[in-house]
């Protein structure tokens, strides 16, 4: 890079390289409080700090800054969603405790990708977007799709984009309608596109976006279970028709995650409730499985403990409550590696012991200081 020289307002020169290599090196919080001073700041800052770099050395050194969970809290006046950071303190039951620190909105559904937290909106039926690095929200523009509609929310590794379907619920149409929007498009606008799929459920269970492909589960008009896919950078839907056997995910009894980049599905084991069975897609194109069974991790787990993740790039297995909860109660790090479960707690400042929440691990949290406007 050439060596630029800027002037700073007390006279002396600094050259740009420099100021890019001082930036570089700031915590991402710091990097997006930086853009704010100024209109020079932010073009230097755009121009000169690749965006994706950030969250790339994020994922390779995760930021306690970053979010682990997102909280879900029934109330009266509705539902309202926080999330927490890392303050781990090893306690006299060795227990981690996540202090909180909240952003509330109503929401109902959470997708998180990539620095990034997606939820729709039930009061408005609105899908919107949360940076938790730079505190940002932005609801999207309205879809025109008739409020039965369903969000997936992804990330297309191939153009560094971030994108939203946004697809209607099983109507008398022949064909569900469907429409994209892509974070940073200068229209700021929804496209049609082609379902090309036949009609299905929304999804139960969340979704998970690996390596531009965004997978759910569904009920097919004939009462089967499906997972389906989209693809993020091509935007064409497809099944997913060899699905594990025992697919109990409307009842939330399994959970689609990341695998260490695989597909992978993770649930109780049919033939009792303490053991795990945990499914992994190891041939994308011959849709070929392969299966690993830990015994008796689930053991003295109430049977409300039944939503799972796995954490990047540990793989550990995490495990929390899918239902509303009292906030208080245990979540559980297994280690499948060494056979070790551990227990944590999540500690709040803002909730009673006795509010009902949900809990949404997220199992690779990054920092993102880019713009949601």
Known sequence: MARKRKRSGD????????????????PAKYLARTRCV???????????????????????????DAPHFILDTLLDCGVVFSYTYSRQIRSERNQIVEKMFAMTATAREFQYVRGLIGFWSC???????????????VPLPDTGIPPRRFYLFGYD???????????ARPTSEPEQSCKVFTLGDLGKEWRNI??????????????????????????AENQRNVIISFNVVSEMFSHVFQVPEKLNGRYGKS???????????????????????????????????SKTTHMAVLQG??????????????????????????????????????NSRRSFVIQSPRLGGT???????????????????
């Open 38 to 64: 100024s209109k020079q700041w932010r073009t230097i800052i755009d121009d000169y700090i690749v965006k994706n770099a950030v969250v790339t050395r994020s994922l390779s050194q995760p930021s306690p």
């Open 194 to 219: 082609k379902c090309c799929i036949e009609r299905h459920s929304s999804p139960f269970g969340t979704a998970v976006c690996i390596g531009g492909t965004i997978y759910y589960t569904a009920t």
């Open 11 to 26: 006279g002396i020169n600094i050259p740009l390289d420099l100021i890019v290599e001082i930036l570089q090196r700031l």
């Open 123 to 137: 009061t408005r039926g609105q899908f919107t977007l949360h940076n938790p690095t730079t505190r940002r929200s």
């Open 301 to 338: 787990i109430p049977s409300s403990m039944c939503r799972f993740g796995v954490t990047h790039p540990g793989g550990e297995i995490v495990i929390v409550p899918y239902f509303y909860y009292y906030l208080g109660s245990e979540g559980y790090y297994y280690n499948p590696n060494i």
């Open 255 to 289: 959970s689609l995650v990341n695998y260490l980049g695989k597909l992978g599905c993770i649930c109780y084991n049919y033939l009792n409730n303490e053991d795990m069975d945990v499914w992994v897609m190891e041939n994308a194109e011959k849709q070929e499985w």
């Open 355 to 373: 509010d009902l929440v949900r809990i949404w691990p997220v199992t690779d949290p990054v920092e993102n200081i880019m713009s949601l406007m």
């Open 157 to 167: 590794p191939l153009r560094n984009q971030y994108k939203v379907a946004c697809i």
